[in-house]
Every structure is written in C-alpha cells, then in structure tokens.
C-alpha cells in the first residue's frame, strides 16, 4: 500500500503578499500542509501538478520547496500553463525531464506527464511524449499504472474550461485503451474536484491549494470552497482509494 497526496495549482508569487481572487496563496498553502500534516498517514510521496507560481519567478519557486519540503516526504512536480520549467528545472527536484517522470514504488508505476504548452492555457502532450508513454507502459504490463498531468483529459462538463483541456485527448485515450493495468489519471488545472470513471480508468481532478471554480458552468467563476488537496492509497491489488480534503 502506498500513501499519496497531491498538490495543485499552488499559485504562488514572488512576495509573500502575493494574491489571487481575494486569496493568499501562501498562506492558503500553509494552511493544506498544516491539514495533511494533521490529518494523514505518514506519506510515501508527493505529486505537485502545474500552475506553481503564477508569476514565475525563481523566489516562488523557492518559496513553494520551502513549504512542501516541510511536509517531510518526496516530491515530483510537473508544469502547468502558468509555470516556466526552465525556472522549476533550476530550483525544483525530481522534476519531469523531456516531458515525462517514472517513479517505481512497489508494483506500482507512477508516471509524470508535461502536457504545458509555453504561452497557452490549453495543453498537449507532443509526439515524442506520447512515445515515451507507449514504451512506459509496453514495458511495465506487470505494475499497476497511475499518470498523472496538469490538464484534464476528459469533459468535466464546465464549457470554459472543457476548452482548455489536453486538445489532444483523443490520442491519450486511445493510447490507454490497450493497456488494463492503468488504473487512474490524476490532473490539477480545474480548480474542483471530478471523478469519473471510463473504460475501467478512474479520472481525477483535484481542487486548487488556493481558490476553486464553480463546477458546471458556463463562463468562469469563483466557488466558495475553500483550499484543497486530494489523498490517494494505491493498494497491493491495483485498487485506487482517494478523498479530497479541504483545509477550510
């Protein structure tokens, strides 16, 4: 059994001032670490997926290892659309690079997916990503699979942002569809919780560390859910247990 938590969309700033919607998002991610520090398991690792530092600076990014190192536990980042990956290559550890991270714990294969595209919202995984996961996954039918990306794969049924989530989704599905052993998909971007299931593959959108969307909505707007975070157990037998927490 392995002991997940995912982080996302931290949103942070060069000061420690820095705000989004009314929120601090220092202090709003804070406020989850304290949370998961006493409310969870002793954790085995760490997903950090996209959208870290909102103005994409080096003294956010150093500010934002500074808080999640206080959780005591590994940690794996990748990118989002407000994120600069040459700023996170130099600061940040266990960082994607060309575009994919493998982490093997168990009999279970974690994989980190870039899916930002530099100066757009929406994402994509380019062709050479989509290899490497072929390969990944033609390599390791023995393991359990879980991937995780920045950018929701499947509609959440929120029309804005269904139009900007991984373009290239079909491809991604497509691509999953031979492989059983791929058990969820975990993505940040959308700001609110999601859970639905398709073809035996459990999608996961976890809520913002800082401020959240209203769900199933035509045109943006700002929830009054406060800060969260997603907990995950991978079990021995390829079983995905997961409960989102807010920190409010």
Known sequence: MIQVAQLTDTHLFASPDGALYGVNTRASLGAVINHANANLPALDLLLVT?????????????????????????AYYLPGNHDDPAV?????????QLGINLVEQDNWLIVLLDSSIRGRVEGELSRSVL???????????HK????????????????????????????????????SNVKAVLNGHIHQEFDETRKGVRFLGTPSTCFQFKPRQLTAGIDSAPAGYRHIVLRDDGGVDTRVYYAG
């Open 88 to 96: 996170m290559q130099e600061v940040l550890p266990n960082m994607t």
């Open 144 to 179: 359990h699979v879980i991937i995780a990306l920045h950018h929701h794969v499947i509609k959440i049924h929120s029309a804005w942002l269904d139009g900007l989530n991984l373009r290239n989704n079909g491809e991604f599905l497509e691509l999953l569809n031979s492989f």
């Open 131 to 141: 290899e490497k996961l072929l390969d990944c996954l033609q390599s390791n039918r």
């Open 50 to 74: 996209g959208d870290l530092v909102h103005d994409e600076t080096e003294q956010g990014y150093r500010a934002l290892r500074k808080s999640i190192d206080g959780l005591g536990v590994p």
